[in-house]
């Protein structure tokens, strides 16, 4: 019987790079159960008071609100806006069209503190008000980019024959987008405003930027890291994971019940 490293190596290096992916995840649960006082530094006993009780610690959940407004916001305007760059990027010939295509780029190729920097130096020199305000336009502009790379990636893959079925049949252009187009792209659109989201919330650097006194769940985060991140916000972040675990089983059931359909009725 020979020995196949392969076989057995890689499985072994995918099971050891997955647990150090979720070292930083389980400490983060098992610490939102810590009977932590003013450090969570220091495991101090088990107990269910941080869950029950997120919003006693100050700021916390007032940071979280904020994450979520400012994620949504921009998600919606970050969508819609690629959205639209996307179809036409693919579906018109106009000029500079490979300009602006190159340029779409360019939020992702550059660094955050680059971007966010720049952010801010041109809400200085307009004398704009940092808040909840620069935050939102500032994640509009790194979001958009993710959108329209998604979403065009989408588009391209529509057969055309379908819209002009459509065509054929005496629906208008409006008819034809709505009852056509839009339910096509509404899996790439839907992975758009996800991962959209996902940025916003995420986003510590440019945020912090152009955050002014408004606090996100981020900034709350690395400023009390300092003294351990407080139990509070362990709960918070451990239950924004299990959602996102939640929502990826339930789109991964749906699905495979919507092909077990398809394959009997075929």
């Excluded at 269910?48 to 610690?57: A, L, P, Q």
């Excluded at 920097?117 to 940092?130: D, I, M, N, R």
């Excluded at 650097?205 to 769940?217: E, H, K, P, Q, Y």
């Amino acid at each position: 019987m020979k020995f196949s490293l392969g076989k057995y190596a890689f499985p072994l290096y995918a099971i050891l790079a997955f647990i150090y992916l979720l070292i930083p995840i389980g400490y983060t649960f098992v610490f939102s159960f810590n009977d932590s006082l003013k450090t969570n530094l220091i495991w101090r006993g088990f107990t269910f008071d941080k869950w029950t009780n997120v919003c006693d610690r100050e700021g916390v959940c007032e940071a979280f609100g904020n994450s979520v407004l400012i994620g949504v916001i921009s998600t919606i305007a970050a969508t819609a806006l690629g959205t639209m760059i996307a179809i036409a990027l693919v579906r018109y010939r106009f000029k500079f069209r490979r300009s602006t295509n190159l340029l779409l780029f360019l939020p992702m190729a550059t660094p955050e503190v680059v971007l966010g920097a720049g952010l801010a130096s041109q809400f200085f020199s307009l004398g704009v008000e940092k808040g909840i305000g620069t935050i939102i336009l500032g994640h509009i502009v790194f979001c958009l980019s993710f959108v329209v790379v998604t979403v065009k990636a989408r588009v391209s893959s529509l057969d055309p024959v379908l819209e002009e079925a459509g065509k054929d049949l005496y629906a208008n252009p409006r008819q034809v987008f709505w009852k056509i187009t839009f339910p096509l792209l509404l899996p790439g659109i839907a992975a758009a405003a996800l991962l959209s989201f996902a940025l916003s919330f995420d986003d510590f650097i440019i945020t912090n930027f152009n955050a002014g006194a408004d606090m996100t769940f981020p900034r709350y985060v690395f400023t009390a890291a300092a003294r351990g991140v407080p139990a509070e916000a362990n709960v918070i972040g451990s239950a924004v994971f299990i959602a996102a675990i939640l929502l990826v089983l339930v789109t991964q059931i749906n699905g495979e019940r919507k092909r077990r359909l398809l394959l009997k009725k075929h």
